[in-house]
């Protein structure tokens, strides 16, 4: 009788466990589209190196991430470095959409850019004229080539 009992607790324990697991994972794809859809609507929005936070007419590639995930209630340190710091790693391999993707540039070895995962090997993201936000491939030899870490952050 007693050994019953412990199985049904463990039991009882282990499904609240798997529930919240799954809760969580909902919540995150749910976050991440929300990112999405805020992002969509500055696609276009040209590009300037040191675009001043709070402006919509322009972005640098930290000041895009940083107003994206502010308007969904997230903050972010204004530079990419920074931001490279928060939230938790991930693997390439385990991408959500949502997730914060930062890559190295040609004058600088260290992380230099950011961008938001945006599913199926796609990010969006700013730089140079004159594509401003617009959509990248992760399977680009480019972008894969200069590909550092990922973090999922909120």
């Not at 530079?79 to 600088?108: C, E, M, N, W």
């Not at 004229?129 to 990922?150: C, D, E, Q």
């Amino acid at each position: 009788m007693l050994k019953t009992k412990w199985i049904l607790i463990l039991a009882l324990m282990f499904s609240m466990f798997t529930g919240f697991q799954t809760t969580t994972h909902a919540a995150t794809i749910s976050k991440g589209k929300h990112l999405i859809k805020t992002a969509n609507k500055y696609l276009g929005t040209p590009y300037r190196l040191g675009a001043p936070y709070g402006t919509t007419r322009v972005f640098d590639c930290s000041s895009f991430t940083k107003y994206v995930f502010a308007k969904n209630g997230i903050r972010l340190p204004r530079v990419s470095h920074q931001q490279a710091r928060v939230g938790r790693y991930v693997p390439k391999s385990k991408l959500r959409i949502g997730d914060l993707l930062f890559f190295s540039t040609p004058s600088d070895r260290g992380i230099s850019h950011v961008g938001i995962y945006a599913g199926n090997g796609r990010f969006i993201h700013t730089f140079g004229k004159p594509k401003g936000v617009t959509y990248s491939s992760l399977k680009n030899k480019w972008w894969r080539s200069h590909y550092i870490t990922a973090r999922r952050v909120g």
